[in-house]
């Protein structure tokens, strides 16, 4: 078989793995042990499985099956416990290619994407539930009012944090840049030096306390 006709292949059998598993394989031997192609040899089976995982842009899809065993699933107006890892704040966080907190990704599961900056608030005042009936996109104006509203505390590690990169002032400034202008994220993390994921935290309260 040629290469790239075999490359097609492994794709169709890593979707079809993935679709009745929920998961990616990362060990040649879980393939075989699931009854998948043994007829290769191990040796070109995983020479071309890293590239066919590559290929098919498979790496960091959420584990959907995986995700749903941490949580109490109950009735459709009740809290879902999240009942994995979390933050200092009490939001899940989940893991699959890269962090993620378990609330959005609930949240994206069910409504899709969530477009860049916004933040999924809760209507309940529950971090840990991932209910995506009790979930809602907001903007980081929405979600600062709805922490208020919530008399939540954020954490005061702050500037006094060593590996602080910005001064309590400067994130008062991106705060109300955030708020009252049109700059992108992306200008604004130019513009202190940091990434743009690290303005979107901070825009979030995810990152520094939020009362400053
Ligand atoms: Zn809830």
Same mark, same amino acid.
Request: hydrophobic share 25%.
């Given at each position: 078989? /040629?290469k #790239? ?10 979707n ?8 990616? &394989? ?15 040899t ?25 995700f ?6 109950k ?6 416990q999240?009942?994995?890892? %979390? ?12 962090? +993620?907190? #378990? ?6 599961l ?7 900056g916004?933040?999924?608030?809760? %209507?309940?005042d529950?971090? #840990? !539930?991932?209910?995506?009936?009790h ?8 979600? #600062? /009012? ?7 505390? &954020? ?6 944090? &060593?590996?602080?990169?910005? +001064?309590n *002032?400067?994130? %008062? *400034? ?6 009252? +202008?049109?700059?992108? =994220? =992306?200008? /604004? ?9 690290? /303005?979107?935290?901070?825009? !979030? ?8």
């Amino acid at each position: 078989m /040629i290469k #790239s006709m075999y490359k097609e292949f492994l794709l169709s059998e890593l979707n079809r793995f993935y679709d009745t598993n929920g998961f990616i &394989p990362r060990r040649k031997d879980m393939l075989v042990k699931n009854n998948y192609p043994s007829v290769y040899t191990y040796r070109y089976y995983f020479e071309s499985f890293g590239d066919a995982i590559r290929y098919a842009g498979l790496i960091g899809k959420p584990n959907i099956v995986k995700f749903w065993k941490y949580v109490d699933k109950k009735g459709i107006s009740d809290c879902w416990q999240w009942n994995g890892t %979390k933050d200092k704040d009490g939001y899940g966080r989940f893991f699959s290619g890269k962090h +993620t907190k #378990s609330h959005r990704l609930s949240y994206s599961l069910q409504y899709g994407d969530i477009s860049e900056g916004m933040c999924v608030l809760h %209507k309940c005042d529950n971090p #840990s !539930c991932v209910n995506p009936n009790h979930l809602f996109l907001g903007t980081h104006k929405d979600n #600062s /009012i709805d922490m208020v509203n919530k008399g939540r505390n &954020p954490d005061i590690r702050g500037e006094n944090n &060593p590996y602080a990169k910005l +001064t309590n *002032e400067q994130i %008062k *400034e991106i705060r109300k840049l955030g708020e009252s +202008t049109d700059l992108s =994220q =992306q200008k /604004i993390a130019d513009k202190y030096g940091v990434c743009q994921r690290h /303005i979107s935290r901070i825009l !979030c309260n995810e990152s520094r306390s939020s009362d400053l």
